[in-house]
Every structure is written in structure tokens, then in C-alpha cells.
């Protein structure tokens, strides 16, 4: 009833080859952040929790830098383009700026509770916003970030939809 297939022996070898190292600048500074990532919060665990604007604050800076460095938005044939390597890194630079801003300024947000955001926090929440959606885009999907989209807008615009 079910026919059994056999690979060809080209096929296997094809299989069983294992890649070449990389050992370019990206994946070598992919390589050390994680180190760093997994240090911190060993660290963190074995002596006591930080302040919440810290732990927090660092724990997406490191998962946006990981995600911008090892999940490129391009494709293999289009990763030593110029162009895209700049957007990754004016990615990684607005992750930097972001997060920094929220470590740095946190005790204004807790202060200013109640208080409407000024113009530079509600710009910096958008790009932190969009920052985590193409993020999870680059490592989980499409689907995701679609599904995140339409709860942010039922967030803003629920209370114009018809009730029951």
C-alpha cells in the first residue's frame, strides 16, 4: 500500500554535510551578546534582583539586538547588501535610543502617572511598538504581527464598536 522511498546517495551526502563556520563580524557579535544576555540574568538570579527600569529594560534591549543581528530581513543571496545592513542597524541604533530613554527616564514615567505623555514619549512608545512587531515578525511571522494589530487597534477603537 505505501511505497517506501530511498534516497539517492547524493541526496544523503547533501544531508549529512554539515555548513562551514560563520565567522563574520555579525555572527561573532551575535555569538558574544548572547553570552552577555545569559550573564546578566545569571548574574541577576545569583545575587539578587535589580531595580524594575534595569532588568526589564535590558532583557528586550538584548532580545531586539539578537533579533536585528540574527534574523535578517532579507535573503540569503541579498545578506551582504549595503543597503539592508544600514536598515538593521538603524534598527538596532532606534532599540538603543528606546530602551535607553525608558532606562534612563523611568522615574519620570512613574512620577508622571495619570499625566498625558508628552510628544517624545508617545513618539518613542511608537517606535518601541514597532520595533517589538517587526522583531516578532522577523522570528515568529507574519501571523503574529497581524493578530498584535488588530488587539492594538480594539485597544484604541473598541469603544466605538457596537455593544451586545
Known sequence: MFKKRMLKPKAIEEIQE?????????SNAVKVIAALFAGVY????????WEVQ???????????????????RRKKADRDNLI?????????????????YFIFFFEDFTLSAGIPL??????LGGLAIGLVLEASRRTVGLPLVIIAVVFLLYAHFGNYMPGP
Open 42 to 49: 545569571l548574574f541577576q538570579a545569583a545575587f539578587g534582583v
Open 84 to 100: 539592508y545592513n544600514i536598515i538593521d542597524g538603524i534598527l538596532i541604533g532606534l532599540s538603543v535610543v528606546v530602551i535607553g
Open 18 to 26: 554539515t555548513p562551514e563556520e560563520e565567522t563574520s563580524l555579525r
Open 54 to 72: 534595569y532588568a526589564r529594560g535590558l532583557y528586550v534591549f538584548f532580545a531586539l539586538l539578537l533579533t536585528f543581528l540574527s534574523n535578517p
Open 118 to 123: 508628552t510628544t517624545l514619549q508617545l513618539i
